[in-house]
């Protein structure tokens, strides 16, 4: 497993931004599969968008397109979560987790809170 561990979260207002920063440490980092997930209270975790480190290709929720944009930065091998548009929907914990290929997210960060105030 590669040790995962989340930055970046906090309180914000609707309408506002905030970036959320994943730094992983392993030196195979361009191997794995990133992914953010996120559970809200009394709600199930939920996935929000990955990034195949490998191939370049992303995924993302429904409901955060076009305002969640999931990036990278091999030399510091952090993966970014940038947020726009919050609403209080997105109140959740952040969660950075990963996995190699054909496998299962096996590995997960402490989490970080984000908060959107209306």
């Known amino acids: 497993q590669v040790q995962l561990a989340e930055s970046g979260g906090g309180l914000v207002q609707a309408g506002g931004s905030l970036r959320l920063a994943c730094a992983a440490s392993?030196?195979?980092?361009?191997?794995?599969?990133m992914g953010w997930f996120r559970q809200a209270p009394g709600k199930e975790r939920e996935f929000v968008a990955s990034?195949?480190?490998?191939?370049?290709?992303?995924n993302y929720a429904d409901s955060v397109k076009g305002r969640f944009t999931i990036s990278r930065d091999n030399d510091k091998n952090t993966v970014y979560l940038q947020m726009n548009s919050l609403t209080p929907e997105d109140t959740a914990v952040y969660y950075c987790?990963?996995?190699?290929?054909?496998?299962?997210?096996?590995?997960w960060g402490q989490g970080t809170q984000v908060t959107v105030s209306s």
């Open positions: 987790a990963a996995r190699i290929r054909s496998g299962s997210f096996n590995s």
């Open positions: 392993t030196r195979t980092f361009s191997r794995y599969v």
């Open positions: 990034l195949n480190l490998s191939a370049g290709t992303t």
